[in-house]
């Protein structure tokens, strides 16, 4: 079975911070996402890549950016934590292609910011 | 108009029910569809996909109309363990671009 490994379960940052969530998955799969889950929103999509070095913005892209160096790790960076950035975070990951789209999930990073 | 726009729920319903979810999304050109189930403080994990005929798996069924651009989820004979979040995934745009809906809590009651 697929793996996709969150970093920390919990965590608790300072505003104006700068937070690194890591997230790695051990299936060679093409591409890796990052949602943040907040009650009545659902997962919402904050970047993903198709590809190492390849990024594609998603909904909420405001406050993040991402890093992919390797094909099997992909970084979330919080460059200035603020308050409203606390939430679950989801890193999920697909081999990509039709058919193909199943998404793995990691098992969420609940990060508060005070 | 949110693109993926499910039903918001909650659904309180007696075991042995037939209950079901529609989810909409906004690009008529949208090829894959999915419904993910997520318990209280874990993960979404796929429930099913959804193709262009329609799809059952025991108590459940899949439904996509490309008219109306939705998809439902039907379950028969509902299970306690059936209580959970549903969540509707479309890929949107066609390119792994995988957006959610706000999800449907359903409760299953003795």
């Known amino acids: 079975d697929v793996k996709v490994t969150q970093s920390s379960r919990y965590l608790v940052k300072r505003t104006g911070e700068k937070v690194f969530l890591e997230c790695v998955q051990d299936?060679?799969?093409?591409?890796m996402f990052w949602y943040r889950q907040d009650p009545g929103l659902g997962l919402r999509l904050i970047y993903f890549?198709?590809?190492?070095?390849?990024?594609e913005k998603g909904d909420i892209p405001e406050g993040y950016s991402v890093s992919r160096e390797k094909k099997e790790r992909f970084s979330l960076i919080l460059e200035s934590a603020s308050t409203n950035q606390t939430s679950m975070y989801l890193c999920?990951?697909?081999?990509?292609?039709?058919?193909?789209?199943?998404?793995?999930f990691g098992s969420g990073t609940q990060l508060s910011v005070l | 108009r949110k693109e993926v726009e499910q039903d918001p729920g909650p659904f309180n319903v007696p075991e042995g029910a037939t209950v079901a979810f529609n989810c909409t999304y906004s690009n008529s050109a949208s090829q894959s569809f999915f419904w993910y189930r997520q318990d209280c403080r874990k993960e979404p994990k796929l429930l099913m996909s959804v193709y262009s005929s329609g799809n059952e798996d025991g108590r459940f069924t899949a439904q996509l109309n490309r008219a109306s651009q939705y998809i439902s989820l039907l379950i028969r004979d509902s299970k306690l363990s059936d209580s959970a979040t549903y969540l509707c995934?479309?890929?949107?745009?066609?390119?792994?671009?995988?957006?959610f809906g706000a999800g449907t809590r359903l409760t299953v009651k003795p």
């Open positions: 995934v479309v890929n949107l745009y066609n390119n792994n671009d995988m957006r």
């Open positions: 299936m060679d799969h093409e591409n």
């Open positions: 999920a990951s697909t081999l990509g292609g039709q058919g193909d789209e199943k998404l793995f």
């Open positions: 890549s198709y590809d190492v070095k390849m990024k």
